[in-house]
């Protein structure tokens, strides 16, 4: 699902709308209308749930990895300036705490906790209106996890009501800016989407459930569903015919070895 959004895979019925972009099956706009190339332009952002082989070019360096999908206002015309490049980079890197010793350190060298805040500050570089975030801790350590989960939260909190003003913005809030964004999160983590989602739809078998309030859902709410098993505890056992007894069970044949019954 998440990678038919972001225009990875083919969309064969409904459409696609971000803001005032639409694409569908049928869109006859452009020949890339249903790109990832397109969503990027629209105001949409993909984090891959696999960051080794899709979040990230490992030969690359921190630096190229945060700036490749925005390289406009780097350099004059076409041209990037490596210090423009770096200057890009290390803004992130302060606003998300990551542990590089350059902007030019080859992003293989990072710990996966660094890695993934490497792959949100392209997002956040940018400057995208919808995240799409498929499993954004999955294999990161406790403390990164952390700070994962004060960015979204940031990312999607309104900014300007009394409390937020009043309150010391911390580096997540500076991190996501001014503007509330939207995030469409996956998770098999189920902890992790009670504590950090307003609303839940959950995917048995290829069919996405109606999304709930998530002050109406528990964890084991979210394992039935998930399993297909809400129905089958809350069914009950249909009513025997009125006027049928119940079958009796025939006694077994007696057989030369059995002992005679008692």
Known sequence: LMRGLFGLEPVRNGRVRVGTCSTGPTSSRSRDAGTPAARWRGGCGFLSEDRK??????????????????????????????????????????RLQIKSQTPRQPV???????????????????????????????????????????L???????????ADAARQPSSADRAAGSEPRAVLMVSSYIPELLGLCDRISVMHRGRLGQPRPVAELTEHDLVLESTGATGAMGAERPARPAGRAPRRQRPRRQRGNDPPPR
């Open 108 to 150: 293989a060298e990072l710990s996966g906790g660094n890695q993934q805040k490497v792959a949100l500050a392209r997002l956040l570089h940018h400057d995208v209106d919808v995240l799409l975030l498929d499993e954004p801790t999955r294999g990161i350590d406790v403390g990164s996890k952390a700070q994962v989960y004060e």
């Open 53 to 94: 082989e899709e979040g990230l070019a490992a030969a690359l360096s921190v630096a190229d990895n945060m700036t490749l999908s925005r390289l406009h206002g780097l350099g004059p015309g076409p041209f990037v300036l490596p210090g423009a490049q770096d200057r890009a980079a290390t803004r992130w890197i302060d």
């Open 152 to 162: 979204i939260d940031a990312l999607v909190s309104d900014r300007g009501t009394s």
